[in-house]
């Protein structure tokens, strides 16, 4: 049965699956009818546009003018040399974000990724090929590896680059493969609030949930500009600063409350350890804790009223079972730690 409800279910629950090196899953729920995929879909686009990857954007081979000339002692002709350094997939050591490196080959001899790794940089696809010169063949040639997001074609770097390189269709995203499936979850014996489950494949150039926090971050950064908004037309009242800690604030020590020691006490033995608990309680609730008169019951109310939680908070109430378990859940592992 649905409820009127003056705000949307905030999901509570996340997890991350390793599967592989390269591929996780990231889940999240509970949220409501039409959000999983309001929020999916955006970070998808932004996992493929957005994540930080490294790639040649050009090259330069002595003796060789154009991508449509051949050197002397190699098989392949050059433009086919130039895909196999462009299916290269690079990763720089430092946080450098453009290195330029220096290779000479000496015949005879099959050239392969792994031939490539130095001090500078790394490849993550060791064993691509990339080209076989014979013994009277000698092959020097520079690479301009740089750090970027997304693809950029060649026609966009002629003027960015130096005239004596040839440039090259750069791609950065280190993002293989981006899905999402939605499934219905139960929460409260209401059976459509949905769950997200992300499935992230990189190349190797950065983990799965390094290329999710970049997608979070640029999507972040994109919508502050809105927060602008908030600022100009929103009384300042309604804006409660205790909102951006609001997670924080309710998994902290009734310790930190500062209250009298005859509260704490009762607090203490009724085993309420956290504000969280206190916000969630009914004052119904709180006025039935043993020995906890009228004077202590009248001061945890102020004090949860000053710090912007009151007793039995309103503002919380749909998110009360899940708040709970995890208040819980943070118990445990303090305990057991």
Not at 67 to 84: H, T
Not at 134 to 159: Q, R, W
Not at 195 to 222: C, D, H, R, V, W
Not at 314 to 320: I, N, T
């Amino acid at each position: 049965m649905r409820k009127v409800t003056t705000s949307a279910y905030m999901p509570s629950e996340i997890k991350v699956e390793n599967i592989s090196e390269n591929v996780a899953k990231v889940i999240a729920y509970p949220f409501e009818t039409g959000y999983a995929v309001t929020v999916a879909h955006p970070l998808r686009r932004l996992l493929y546009t957005s994540t930080v990857g490294f790639a040649p954007t050009a090259i330069k081979i002595d003796g060789v003018t154009h991508e449509f000339d051949s050197i002397r002692g190699m098989l392949e002709d050059v433009a086919v040399f130039i895909i196999n350094l462009k299916n290269l997939r690079f990763k720089i050591k430092s946080d450098s974000k453009r290195e330029v490196i220096e290779y000479n080959f000496e015949g005879p001899k099959e050239i392969k990724g792994e031939d490539l790794v130095n001090d500078i940089v790394d490849i993550v696809n060791p064993d691509h090929y990339i080209a076989t010169i014979n013994e009277d063949a000698n092959i020097k040639f520079s690479i301009v590896i740089e750090k970027g997001i997304g693809y950029v074609p060649s026609e966009e770097l002629t003027d960015y680059i130096d005239k004596e390189y040839m440039p090259v269709d750069a791609f950065f995203t280190p993002v293989k493969r981006a899905i999402y499936d939605i499934e219905n979850v139960l929460v409260e014996d209401n059976p459509d609030y949905e769950k997200i489950i992300f499935t992230i494949t990189t190349n190797g150039q950065i983990s799965p949930i390094e290329a999710f926090k970049n997608a979070l971050e640029a999507m972040y950064k994109q919508l502050s500009v809105f927060s602008k908004i908030v600022d100009v037309d929103v009384p300042a009242a309604a804006v409660s600063t205790t909102k951006q800690n609001e997670h924080a604030k309710l998994f902290e020590s009734v310790e930190n409350l500062n209250l009298s020691a005859r509260s704490f006490n009762c607090l203490d033995k009724a085993n309420i350890k956290y504000i969280g608990e206190l916000a969630l309680m009914e004052e119904s609730e709180l006025k039935d804790i043993k020995n906890l008169g009228k004077k202590s019951l009248e001061e945890i109310k102020a004090i949860m009223e000053e710090i912007g939680y009151p007793v039995g908070c309103p503002e919380l109430a749909e998110q009360k079972d899940a708040l709970l378990k995890k208040i819980k859940e943070f118990d445990r592992e303090n305990s057991e730690g």
